[in-house]
């Protein structure tokens, strides 16, 4: 549950709070804009810290997101289902159930839903949650207390690995490598003809060294690539991805052969592979 002594949300946008909807969540997408100006991108916050939710939708509306607030986790699944969220701010502990079990629901639904982006809100100096979160099928986290700037960069940055590639539909050939398929334009990993599940930032990290086979990258390097957030010192995170990406696509994630490891350097993928 959120500690409400400080607020990890730094701000002087401070708005009244909506008052919830008899479902439970309140709809904040209504009258932020002109009626002309139809909303693009939605998304969902679930967070049992009411004043914090408001501050942080009145940010995100302000420049220009449709913004729906969930107050606990079951009222946050009710919510993916009628607001269809384009990403998902999640806090890990709220009031009925953890937060990193909303996560797994949502990337284990078998749905559409099962695609949409999820940036965790977790606590400051606690890397297992992160760990977990990412494994489970989380795009990015932010440690909370977060600056609004930080917020809302990680949010843009989840949100156009995930849809850049769109308008290039067709432009771009499949990478076979045995018997992986990677379909750039699609968005899709197949091994022998099954569909892999990788999130949109896993999809992006394995596209990046699939281009460069062959080639030793390091960590720096392949986050520079895929232009997500800055590397963090003594960050990771990097690894875990890798090591999902690597279930996903190995017959043995414990002996990969396709993506390997340089030790005290990064990852290369290899260009031969069965």
């Known amino acids: ?42 998304l969902l916050m679930i967070e049992d810290d009411t004043r914090l939710a408001t501050m942080v939708g009145e940010y995100l509306r302000q420049s220009g997101y449709g913004f729906t607030h969930a107050a606990d986790g079951a009222k946050g699944l009710e919510a993916l289902q009628s607001c269809k969220p384009d990403l998902v701010i999640l806090d890990l502990m709220l009031p009925d159930m953890d937060g990193l079990e909303v996560c797994r629901r949502i990337k284990g639904s078998g749905t559409d839903s099962a695609r949409t982006a999820v940036l965790m809100l977790t606590a400051k100096g606690d890397p297992m949650d992160r760990i977990v ?38 432009s771009q050939p499949a990478m076979r490598f045995g018997s992986l398929e990677i379909d750039r334009d699609a968005r899709t990993v197949t091994v022998s003809g099954k569909a892999c599940e990788l999130t949109s930032y896993q999809f992006d990290l394995l596209v990046a060294l699939a281009e460069r086979a062959g080639r030793v990258l390091s960590r720096d390097q392949i986050m520079e690539t895929v232009r997500g957030r800055e590397l963090e010192a003594f960050d990771r995170s990097i690894d875990v991805h890798m090591g999902r990406i690597r279930s996903a696509i190995e017959l043995d994630p414990k002996d990969p052969k396709r993506i390997l490891t340089v030790r005290g350097v990064g990852y290369v993928f290899a260009k031969q592979q069965d």
């Open 1 to 42: 549950m959120s500690d409400r002594t400080a607020s990890p949300f730094t701000t002087d946008v401070l708005a009244p709070s909506a008052a919830p909807a008899p479902n439970g969540y309140t709809d904040q997408t209504t009258n932020t804009r002109p009626v002309s100006q139809p909303m693009t991108q939605q």
């Open 133 to 170: 979160g990412l494994e489970i099928g989380a795009d990015d986290y932010l440690p909370k207390p977060f600056e609004p700037r930080e917020l809302l960069a990680r949010i843009r940055a989840v949100l156009r690995r995930g849809g850049e590639n769109a308008s290039a539909a067709g």
